[in-house]
């Protein structure tokens, strides 16, 4: 296999130290000029993976439509030239993607992109020689990879979703995404070795099911992927609809061997549930992986939570990974001893201020340690007038549309953290009339953004719910 897979993995944190900070000025405007046109990714092996969030990206953000394919079948197969082409490669020497290369540039698309690692491979000196094509070359600094490709991987999907971040705005996203990934990268942190041990009963068994839903397939392309060209173990893959029709059989037929590995976003957290429901637990060990976040401004704050007896939330997170930094620095500090942690909303109901202080004061033991802040210091930018929830007896006309007009497939066991089962007044209950310029919050009222089927349960006919202002679901 050439280097081994465990070199790879311990170069992964300057990989991405390194992309996250980068510049790629070329690639944001690649992605800018071409946001109005679709999009084609083009990419073999490990860089398919890179082609595949290349189009969940560009379909997320832009809403043109986004395809991927391999090198064969660029080459092969006629299709609009109207299009934004982008081709990937770790080490641009492979002869499917050069000669996928050279058919696409007599064929002269509307724009064409090559994002490749190495400057004297074929596939660059091919580019050197036709003006017209975008080429972004960015050396790792790891210099080249292994087998698997697994740090140009990580390298140019960090790279492109840095551009679509940075085009569109989304600052935000970006930063939660480098917040959530951190721990990641550390093979000793509290977050891997959890992982390790809830999926082990996983990896006993001869196949892994993996569902997914539409925005999280490249998750699915990447893990086939290495199951397979590294030999670690036999790998199906499907989304939640898709599993109804015809691939349940296989865990009728070989439960015995098989298990679930579930990957949810926000999008599809609620039929993932229902599918996952009907699955067994015994004896197909199943495994939920999935990551819900909301930056709802009224909401039940997400800073700090408890649930099942246990705090979570961004201030655990947060305390986590500066023990896990002080243990990678061999006990060396990461702050100074008198430090203090300022915490600033932008935005916040009156009844969230009140409930983030409380959770706050309440929750300091579990935050101590070595590393804490010496104080927290909790402020707020924009309250919200403590009268603007729909609670008043004048409201009571608009919250009976709320019960009218409703669809229980909103709720989830997710849903139910927040403290209440029907979601027509939003999430937590909350009754906001709440819109924002960037997104609407789930804490609103769910006449505002819910987008739901109907038909008939029990019985019963179920609204079909249409969104006055769409809800952009912001994590995939």
Same mark, same amino acid.
């Given at each position: ?66 395809? /991927?394919?391999?090198?064969? *079948? ?6 609009? =030239?109207? $299009? @934004? %082409? ?128 539409? /925005?999280?397939?490249?998750? *699915? ?6 199951? =397979?060209? $590294? @030999? %670690? ?244």
């Amino acid at each position: 296999m050439g280097k081994p897979y465990l070199d790879e993995l311990l170069k992964v944190p300057e990989t991405f130290t390194w992309a996250a900070t980068t510049k790629n000025a070329g690639i944001s405007g690649f992605i800018r000029a071409t946001s109005h046109l679709p999009a084609l990714g083009i990419g073999s092996g490990g860089s398919l993976s890179a082609a595949f969030a290349l189009k969940t990206l560009h379909w997320h953000y832009t809403r043109q439509l986004a395809l /991927t394919a391999t090198p064969l *079948a660029a080459h092969d197969y006629p299709f609009a =030239t109207d $299009a @934004a %082409i982008w081709l990937f490669s770790a080490g641009g020497q492979n002869v499917d993607i050069v000669s996928a290369a050279k058919a696409l540039v007599e064929r002269e698309p509307t724009r064409l992109a090559v994002l490749c690692s190495q400057p004297s491979s074929r596939l660059a000196r091919l580019c050197s020689e036709h003006p017209h094509i975008d080429f972004f070359l960015h050396p790792l600094p790891t210099r080249k990879d292994g087998f698997l490709a697994t740090n140009s991987l990580l390298a140019h999907t960090v790279l492109i979703a840095r551009a679509y971040v940075t085009e569109f705005r989304d600052e935000d996203t970006w930063r939660e995404l480098k917040a959530t990934c951190q721990p990641y990268l550390c093979s000793d942190s509290n977050e891997v070795i959890t992982w390790e041990n809830d999926t082990h009963g996983l990896w006993q068994r001869d196949t892994t099911l993996l569902l997914h839903g539409a /925005t999280s397939q490249v998750v *699915a392309v990447d893990l086939e992927s290495k199951f =397979t060209e $590294a @030999a %670690i173990g036999q790998l199906q893959s499907s989304d939640y609809r898709n599993f109804a029709h015809g691939r349940h059989n296989w865990l009728a037929q070989r439960g015995e061997q098989s298990s679930v590995l579930a990957i949810v976003t926000d999008q599809d957290e609620a039929l993932a549930d229902k599918t996952l429901a009907l699955i067994p637990d015994s004896p197909i060990p199943t495994y939920l992986s999935h990551r819900m976040t909301s930056r709802a401004p009224g909401r039940r704050s997400c800073a700090i939570t408890r649930e099942k007896k246990r705090w979570s939330g961004r201030l655990m997170r947060f305390r986590d990974s500066l023990n896990n930094a002080e243990q990678a620095l061999d006990r060396g500090r990461v702050v100074e001893d008198s430090w203090e942690l300022c915490i600033h909303h932008y935005l916040a109901s009156s009844a969230a201020t009140r409930s983030i202080n409380e959770r706050q004061t309440e929750a300091q033991p579990a935050l101590s340690s070595d590393t804490w802040a010496k104080q927290v210091h909790v402020t707020f930018g924009t309250l919200l007038p403590e009268t603007l929830p729909l609670f008043h007896p004048t409201d009571s006309p608009f919250i009976e549309l709320t019960n009218k007009y409703y669809n229980p497939v909103l709720r989830t066991r997710h849903t139910d953290v927040g403290g209440v089962k029907h979601l027509g007044p939003g999430y937590g209950g909350c009754a906001l009339p709440l819109v924002l310029d960037h997104n609407t919050p789930n804490n609103s009222v769910a006449l505002l953004w819910a987008e739901t089927e109907g038909g008939q349960s029990d019985g019963h006919h179920i609204a079909t719910m249409r969104p006055l202002f769409r809800r952009r679901q912001r994590h995939a």
